[in-house]
Nanobody, 117 residues
Framework: QVQLVESGGGLVQAGGSLRLTCAAS????????MGWFRQAPGRQRELVAR???????EYAESVKGRATIAGDIAKKLVYLEMNSLKPEDTAVYYC????WGTGRDYWGQGIQVTVAS
């Protein structure tokens, strides 16, 4: 069974920084994409950042210049660092792995990030 566990969320003051970590365990192989999504109350889940094929990085426009994604496919770890946090960054953040071997998306349970103004 595959499990993705996020850590590092919590309450942060506007202008502050945070680092989220996601660790995957279980029978997950041929990971192609690792990423972070978020969902704010009343809104759809949206992409924050992802890494494809180990080195191709993509960021949402709303976080460009403020977010950095890094990961290690072999270790099944992905990180997200965000700076200059804004109240609109408040959301539940979800870790996502895509396996081209199984054609499946795997999701973490989500972690709350709250940015106080």
């Amino acid at each position: 069974q595959v499990q993705l566990v996020e850590s590092g969320g919590g309450l942060v003051q506007a202008g502050g920084s945070l680092r989220l970590t996601c660790a995957a365990s279980g029978n997950i192989f041929s990971v192609h994409t690792m990423g972070w999504f978020r969902q704010a109350p009343g809104r759809q889940r949206e992409l924050v950042a992802r890494i494809r094929g180990g080195d191709e990085k993509e960021y949402a426009e709303s976080v460009k210049g403020r977010a950095t994604i890094a990961g290690d496919i072999a270790k099944k770890l992905v990180y997200l660092e965000m700076n200059s946090l804004k109240p609109e960054d408040t959301a539940v953040y979800y870790c996502n792995f895509y396996s081209w071997g199984t054609g499946r998306d795997y999701w973490g349970q989500g972690i709350q990030v709250t940015v106080a103004s």
